[in-house]
């Protein structure tokens, strides 16, 4: 069984930074890619970004590429989302979650690619 644990969401005003934290239980963390994803209330879930297990390959949401960042120190068993220049449509419940495939590339950008869950972080932008 693995368990994620995602932080540092909070409210961020406009042009704000923000950097979340997500941090896997197990031995295994190194051999799977992992992506964040984020749900804005009354939308569906939406894919943000995504890392190859070795950390090599990143792929982006087309709304983030230049703004956010992700990484991982799998040492740590974390993975990172360094969030820059918010924008109030970046509200949203963000969540991590852990390829279903080890050492799947291209990453993945599908939730169903996907199957374990963290419990989501809340970020809030405000104008």
């Known amino acids: 069984q693995v368990h994620l644990v995602e932080s540092g969401g909070g409210l961020v005003q406009v042009g704000g930074s923000l950097r979340l934290s997500c941090t896997a239980s197990?031995?295994?963390?190194?051999?799977?890619?992992m992506g964040w994803f984020r749900q804005a209330p009354g939308k569906e879930r939406e894919f943000v970004a995504a890392?190859?297990?070795?950390?090599?390959?990143?792929r982006y949401a087309d709304s983030v590429k230049g703004r956010f960042t992700i990484s991982r120190d799998n040492a740590k068993n974390t993975v990172y989302l360094q969030m820059n220049s918010l924008k109030p449509e970046n509200t949203a419940v963000y969540y991590c979650?852990?390829?279903?495939?080890?050492?799947?590339?291209?990453?993945?950008?599908?939730?169903?690619?996907?199957?374990?869950w963290g419990q989501g972080t809340q970020v809030t932008v405000s104008p």
């Open positions: 979650a852990r390829d279903r495939s080890p050492t799947r590339s291209p990453v993945a950008v599908t939730a169903t690619s996907y199957d374990y």
């Open positions: 197990g031995r295994t963390f190194s051999n799977y890619a």
């Open positions: 890392i190859s297990w070795g950390g090599t390959f990143t």
